[in-house]
């Protein structure tokens, strides 16, 4: 079974810059999340989908971060622009939403550089 | 909300040595507890997990973990760690509230010196 995949690995943009991330996440998963780990911390949830829908973005930046899961499998998540305060590993992970146990399946991360 | 809390930012423990994890939470009710762990460059991975029932739960790579609730506590625990243990570990809280939620902490990472 092929876990989370995230794309690109590692990302250099300079500031002001627009940038996307993808996440294809586990067949199946009706649950996505999208997590942002600073160095040295847990991961901090982002926005959170059940299929297409977003039911719980109270923590994205809505001025500069949007994401969107269209079919209710892969999504993307747009940061523009970008700050250097940006800069950070962004994780997806996915999980069964019933009789799953709530256990998350996580990508190996993008780590964004914001120069 | 619930919260998680791990004291210790880093430990280094010896190789063969045992090891022990500290977690402490806050949650009205029996939350869901989890241990995750992360190697460099690499996502995070499930250790074991705790919902209901027996407090000591077995999880994969020889750890074990007990929910204590009188201390609001889920600790970690290996008897000898290899090498191959250093990484981050990561507890993490979750609970039905306005949908499932997971808090994670802010990590322990472990060192093992030969």
């Known amino acids: 079974e092929a876990g989370v995949v995230q794309s690109p690995r590692y990302k250099i943009i300079e500031k002001k810059q627009p940038v996307a991330f993808w996440c294809n996440p586990i067949?199946?998963?009706?649950?996505l999340y999208w997590y942002l780990q600073n160095l040295g911390q847990g991961p901090e949830l982002l926005i959170r989908y059940e299929n297409e829908e977003a039911v719980d973005d109270s923590q994205l930046p809505k001025d500069r971060f949007s994401a969107e899961r269209l079919k209710g499998v892969d999504s993307t998540l747009k940061i523009q622009p970008a700050e250097l305060g940006d800069s950070a590993v962004y994780l997806c992970?996915?999980?069964?939403?019933?009789?799953?146990?709530?256990?998350?399946?996580f990508g190996p991360g993008t780590r964004l550089t914001v120069t | 909300a619930q919260s998680v809390t791990q004291p210790d930012i880093h430990i280094t423990v010896s190789e063969g040595a045992s090891l022990e994890l500290r977690c402490n939470y806050s949650?009205?009710?029996?939350?869901?507890l989890f241990w995750y762990v992360q190697s460099p460059g690499q996502g995070l991975q499930l250790l074991l997990k705790y919902f209901s029932g027996d407090t000591l739960v077995q999880g994969i790579k020889g750890f074990e973990a007990e929910f204590k609730r009188s201390q609001s506590s889920f600790n970690l625990r290996k008897p000898s760690v290899h090498w191959s243990d250093a990484a981050e570990y990561f507890c993490?809280?979750?609970?039905?509230?306005?949908?499932?939620?997971?808090?994670f902490g802010a990590g322990t990472r472990l060192f093992v010196k030969a």
């Open positions: 992970a996915s999980s069964l939403s019933t009789g799953g146990g709530y256990e998350q399946y």
């Open positions: 993490a809280v979750g609970a039905h509230t306005g949908g499932f939620k997971t808090i």
């Open positions: 067949s199946g998963h009706n649950t």
């Open positions: 949650y009205g009710a029996t939350p869901y």
